[in-house]
């Protein structure tokens, strides 16, 4: 079983469409997550960390389930430069982060 | 303020050669972890060193190799290149060893024919 497990995509929506991405993790002790986006050919970029809280930044909001070992992100309102793949990241000790393959996102008008 | 800068950016060698890549993380951070990845594939760990040591080495055959220098840039280096090592190879600094976010370089593209 994969550490971190994310379903590949490609998923296609509309501009202004809702679309929710989520992520499974194995490693019960991991410490702290997050979710990074990665445009082609480029370094991925943090888009936001995940509390158990849940936490929301702007049209983005991100969720922890630690019993399920479930992490998610939903997009709302969709827009063209959303297009990306978006990376479910997981830590466990120092700096280890391990990431799962990546959902891509693409939007279309 | 600078970020974190890598080079080459692009590199062609072939089967059994050996590679050099270069990292200077953005200043003031003291840790440089090393990630390869896989056309399709999220990145993989393969180093992190902190303070000029090594502190956790991922699931890497002993070809691979890296080094942090005093003023915190750091080499990867990877012996008897195979086809397979064909990969963007990803260089995150981190100001602290652990818990806060990392930032990643533009990556060293290397293809091996």
């Known amino acids: 079983r994969k550490e971190v497990e994310q379903d590949p995509g490609p998923f296609n929506v509309p501009e202004g469409a809702t679309v929710a991405f989520n992520c499974t993790y194995s490693n019960s002790a991991s410490q702290s997550f997050f979710w990074y986006r990665q445009d082609c050919r480029k370094e991925p970029k943090l888009l936001m960390s995940?509390?158990?809280s849940g936490n929301e930044d702007g049209r983005f909001t991100a969720q922890l389930n630690r019993a399920s070992q479930y992490i998610s992100l939903l997009i709302r309102d969709s827009k063209l430069s959303d297009s990306a793949t978006y990376l479910c990241?997981?830590?466990?000790?120092?700096?280890?982060?391990?990431f799962g393959t990546g959902t891509r996102l693409q939007v279309f008008p | 303020d600078a970020g974190v800068t890598q080079s080459p950016t692009h590199l062609i060698k072939t089967r059994g050669q050996h590679v050099t890549l270069r990292c200077s993380p953005i200043?003031?951070?003291?840790?440089v972890s090393w990630y390869q990845q896989v056309l399709g594939q999220g990145p993989q760990f393969i180093f992190q060193y902190y303070e000029k040591e090594e502190r956790g080495r991922g699931n890497f055959p002993d070809r691979f190799s890296a080094r942090q220098f005093p003023n915190y840039s750091s080499e990867l280096n990877v012996n008897a290149l195979l086809l397979g090592d064909s990969a963007l190879y990803l260089c995150a600094s981190n100001p602290r060893l652990a818990g806060t976010q990392q930032f990643f370089g533009p990556g060293t593209r290397l293809t091996v024919l």
């Open positions: 995940v509390y158990s």
């Open positions: 990241v997981v830590n466990e000790d120092t700096d280890k982060l391990i």
């Open positions: 200043s003031g951070h003291k840790s």
